[in-house]
């Protein structure tokens, strides 16, 4: 079909506009507006000294953070919705985000955090890594995608269980309030310490997944034809698996549980692409980065008492996806 072609080559170029748009926006958006020309000026290193504290020490980690955090969710759930073929398949299916949230509550909950900045990030990861091994010993040998999301649900059941019993015992009511905000996702406040932790574990992470389109492709026959091409099950559920953990282990070390994101993109990219698992991947990475810069800034600009976390915003996003597809699916009863 040319006219789905044509779209499909103008896709990524579009994505890259819209990242460049959303990260101008982001650094230009706030409680204090910074215009163009001093924009431009405080990157330059000139200009008021205010001005480029504001963009060089807040704006420019939280944009960054935002992109990254935003890419890594969205590409996770393009590879596990095209890996389980479950069009509802998203990083917490494999208990990936709930494990690293919990890793995060412990270092708020016996107040290790307090060390260093890097203790709860590093937590968070080594929280998602933990799960991972775990998944791996409940999903045994089994290839098919039912025990993988059996096991999935197990362990992130497990995660939600040992965050609700840190908040039940939690010592006073301050630590209850901040495993409160972070279990709501926010990137407030990040610095660049927040782009370096994250930065390794999206990169790895990401490559992990990419590396794998051609394998997804062969799933949508089935495991049985996937073999039949030449694809090797078991290493590409361990790609896929470790993937997901060291990715999304990173990026909810800095973020906090920001849901949806994972779930949204891949729908609102499937449509402009041929629909084959591999060809969402990419657009998927790009979507989710510039969907979650714009809730970050709409965090910042919707008026409210206190600024709005952005595990809120991101989840009223989500609603209508899971309204499209309650239509679609009435359509078929």
């Given at each position: 079909?040319?006219?789905?072609?044509?779209?499909?080559?103008?896709?990524?170029?579009?994505?890259?506009?819209?990242?460049?748009?959303?990260?101008?926006?982001?650094?230009?958006?706030?409680?204090?507006?910074?215009?163009?020309?001093?924009?431009?000026?405080?990157?330059?290193?000139?200009?008021?000294?205010?001005?480029?504290?504001?963009?060089?020490?807040?704006?420019?980690?939280?944009?960054?953070?935002?992109?990254?955090?935003?890419g890594m969710l969205g590409l996770a759930g393009a590879a596990l919705q095209g890996y389980l073929r479950n069009p509802l398949a998203e990083p917490s299916?494999?208990?990936?985000?709930?494990?690293?949230?919990?890793?995060?509550?412990?270092?708020?909950?016996?107040?290790?955090?307090?060390?260093?900045?890097?203790?709860?990030?590093?937590?968070?990861?080594?929280?998602?890594?933990?799960?991972?091994?775990?998944?791996?010993?409940?999903?045994?040998?089994?290839?098919?995608?039912?025990?993988?999301?059996?096991?999935?649900?197990?362990?992130?059941?497990?995660?939600?269980?040992?965050?609700?019993?840190?908040?039940?015992?939690?010592?006073?009511?301050?630590?209850?309030?901040?495993?409160?905000?972070w279990l709501l996702g926010s990137i407030e406040n990040r610095a660049m310490d927040h782009v370096w932790i994250a930065l390794p574990c999206i990169v790895?992470?990401?490559?992990?997944?990419?590396?794998?389109?051609?394998?997804?492709?062969?799933?949508?026959?089935?495991?049985?034809?996937?073999?039949?091409?030449?694809?090797?099950?078991?290493?590409?559920?361990?790609?896929?698996?470790?993937?997901?953990?060291?990715?999304?282990?990173?990026?909810?070390?800095?973020?906090?549980?920001?849901?949806?994101?994972?779930?949204?993109?891949?729908?609102?990219?499937?449509?402009?692409?041929?629909?084959?698992?591999?060809?969402?991947?990419?657009?998927?990475?790009?979507?989710?980065?510039?969907?979650?810069?714009?809730?970050?800034?709409?965090?910042?600009?919707?008026?409210?008492?206190?600024?709005?976390?952005?595990?809120?915003?991101?989840?009223?996003?989500?609603?209508?996806?899971?309204?499209?597809?309650?239509?679609?699916?009435?359509?078929?009863w």
């Open positions: 079909m040319p006219v789905l072609r044509a779209r499909n080559r103008a896709l990524i170029p579009l994505l890259l506009l819209g990242i460049a748009l959303a990260g101008i926006a982001s650094l230009m958006l706030g409680a204090v507006p910074i215009p163009t020309g001093r924009l431009l000026d405080a990157a330059l290193g000139h200009g008021d000294p205010v001005v480029r504290a504001i963009l060089l020490e807040l704006r420019l980690p939280r944009t960054l953070v935002a992109l990254m955090v935003g299916v494999l208990g990936a985000s709930n494990s690293a949230a919990l890793g995060a509550v412990a270092a708020i909950y016996f107040g290790i955090g307090d060390y260093s900045p890097a203790v709860l990030p590093l937590l968070a990861i080594l929280a998602a890594l933990a799960s991972l091994a775990l998944l791996f010993v409940l999903a045994g040998r089994a290839e098919g995608p039912l025990a993988l999301i059996l096991a999935g649900i197990a362990v992130s059941t497990l995660a939600g269980a040992g965050i609700s019993l840190a908040l039940n015992l939690s010592p006073n009511p301050f630590a209850a309030m901040e495993i409160m905000a790895v992470g990401a490559a992990l997944l990419l590396w794998d389109g051609r394998a997804l492709d062969a799933l949508s026959l089935g495991e049985d034809g996937a073999r039949s091409l030449g694809v090797d099950l078991t290493r590409t559920r361990a790609r896929l698996l470790l993937g997901v953990a060291i990715g999304v282990g990173g990026a909810v070390a800095v973020s906090g549980s920001v849901g949806f994101v994972g779930l949204i993109v891949p729908h609102l990219v499937r449509p402009l692409t041929d629909r084959s698992p591999s060809a969402v991947l990419l657009p998927s990475f790009l979507g989710g980065a510039v969907l979650l810069t714009g809730a970050d800034i709409l965090v910042r600009l919707i008026p409210t008492a206190g600024e709005l976390k952005l595990g809120v915003v991101t989840a009223f996003l989500g609603v209508p996806v899971f309204l499209v597809h309650l239509l679609k699916e009435r359509r078929l």
